[in-house]
């Protein structure tokens, strides 16, 4: 049932990758009306089972709803969307609220919403955890970082897309925890993949390793997704692009280091799915930086 206040139930939405396009889509079947704006209109020539309502424009967007959602890659594509001649910003309605689901430099996402405030509008920083399964199933976690009374206004909304939906703080403290959450998500990854390796190095079968860590303290999420991966040699479809991990690890540890923080985890672990995206192409698994540790173990 769509509980979200009338003025919010026209949504606009950029950032239909795949999962800006389930999220997209459990909001229509949640009875919103979606508009859609897409830099190629074949966009959504790929997406015609979703009823979207495409926009020739940004103008146009934000002249039919106060609610605009963002779903991109990094930060100077939000930036860019924002900010730049004809973006959200110059034409967003005043009292509008702006929901960014990108994980995206915490430290940009302060001056992003004193920029808009200054106009009358709202950021909301909600980066999210699941990956495209969890956008699929509609399962993902999310932290919102902003206005608590804006928060309130679109919770309704994030309840069609999310299990676990939190308002974290300010502006900024959504993108914060995202960075701890993928810090240990990858971490915990690279360390999986040295004591696989270091087994497979001493004659055991890697299933039976497999097996024996899920059965025990080692088991996780995070195992149960890369240690299949790991075992059948990568033949299976990708989960999650290594490309999107390597993005948001070397954020954060190109921050840390701005800080004056010393996280020799991070660092390496940055410094692995450097490597990976740069040895294989784009769409591969986060898991196999398995290949990497591999190379370096007689380094």
Same mark, same amino acid.
């Given at each position: 049932m769509n509980s979200t206040p009338p003025t919010l139930n026209t949504i606009g939405f950029i950032g239909l990758g795949n999962m800006g396009a389930a999220m997209a889509g459990h909001l229509c079947k949640a009875g919103y009306t979606v508009l859609a704006w897409a830099r190629n209109a074949s966009t959504f020539e790929a997406l015609a089972d979703i009823p979207l309502v495409p926009q020739p424009s940004i103008e146009a967007l934000c002249a039919s709803t106060r609610l605009v959602a963002l779903n991109v890659t990094n930060t100077a594509d939000v930036q860019s969307l924002l900010f730049r001649d004809g973006g959200i910003a110059q034409h967003a309605q005043p009292g509008s609220i702006i929901v960014d689901f990108s994980t995206i430099d915490a430290a940009a996402v302060a001056d992003i919403a004193r920029q808009l405030k200054s106009r009358g509008v709202d950021y909301i920083d909600c980066p999210v955890s699941g990956g495209a399964a969890g956008a699929r199933a509609a399962t #993902?976690? $999310? $932290?919102? *970082? *902003? %206005? =608590? @009374?804006?928060?309130?206004?679109?919770?309704? $909304?994030?309840k069609h897309l999310g299990k676990t939906i939190r308002h974290v703080g300010p502006s900024g403290a959504g993108q914060a925890i995202k960075a701890a959450n993928q810090m240990a998500l990858c971490i915990q990854l690279v360390g999986i993949a040295e004591a696989m390796n270091y087994a497979l190095e001493q004659g055991a079968e890697?299933?039976?390793? #497999?097996? =024996? #860590?899920?059965?025990?303290?080692? @088991?996780?999420?995070?195992? %149960?997704w890369a240690g299949p991966h790991m075992v059948k040699g990568f033949t299976d479809p990708v989960s999650i692009e290594a490309h999107l991990h390597a993005k948001d690890v070397r954020m954060v540890a190109d921050a840390a280091k701005k800080q004056g923080l010393h996280l020799p985890l991070l660092f390496k672990t940055a410094? =692995? =799915? %450097?490597? #990976?995206v740069a040895s294989g192409p784009k769409s591969q698994d986060t898991s196999r930086v398995f290949e990497v540790v591999r190379r370096h173990m007689r380094a």
């Amino acid at each position: 049932m769509n509980s979200t206040p009338p003025t919010l139930n026209t949504i606009g939405f950029i950032g239909l990758g795949n999962m800006g396009a389930a999220m997209a889509g459990h909001l229509c079947k949640a009875g919103y009306t979606v508009l859609a704006w897409a830099r190629n209109a074949s966009t959504f020539e790929a997406l015609a089972d979703i009823p979207l309502v495409p926009q020739p424009s940004i103008e146009a967007l934000c002249a039919s709803t106060r609610l605009v959602a963002l779903n991109v890659t990094n930060t100077a594509d939000v930036q860019s969307l924002l900010f730049r001649d004809g973006g959200i910003a110059q034409h967003a309605q005043p009292g509008s609220i702006i929901v960014d689901f990108s994980t995206i430099d915490a430290a940009a996402v302060a001056d992003i919403a004193r920029q808009l405030k200054s106009r009358g509008v709202d950021y909301i920083d909600c980066p999210v955890s699941g990956g495209a399964a969890g956008a699929r199933a509609a399962t #993902l976690s $999310m $932290m919102a *970082g *902003g %206005d =608590l @009374a804006a928060f309130n206004q679109i919770e309704p $909304m994030l309840k069609h897309l999310g299990k676990t939906i939190r308002h974290v703080g300010p502006s900024g403290a959504g993108q914060a925890i995202k960075a701890a959450n993928q810090m240990a998500l990858c971490i915990q990854l690279v360390g999986i993949a040295e004591a696989m390796n270091y087994a497979l190095e001493q004659g055991a079968e890697l299933s039976v390793v #497999l097996e =024996l #860590l899920q059965a025990g303290l080692p @088991a996780s999420r995070v195992l %149960d997704w890369a240690g299949p991966h790991m075992v059948k040699g990568f033949t299976d479809p990708v989960s999650i692009e290594a490309h999107l991990h390597a993005k948001d690890v070397r954020m954060v540890a190109d921050a840390a280091k701005k800080q004056g923080l010393h996280l020799p985890l991070l660092f390496k672990t940055a410094e =692995l =799915l %450097d490597e #990976l995206v740069a040895s294989g192409p784009k769409s591969q698994d986060t898991s196999r930086v398995f290949e990497v540790v591999r190379r370096h173990m007689r380094a």
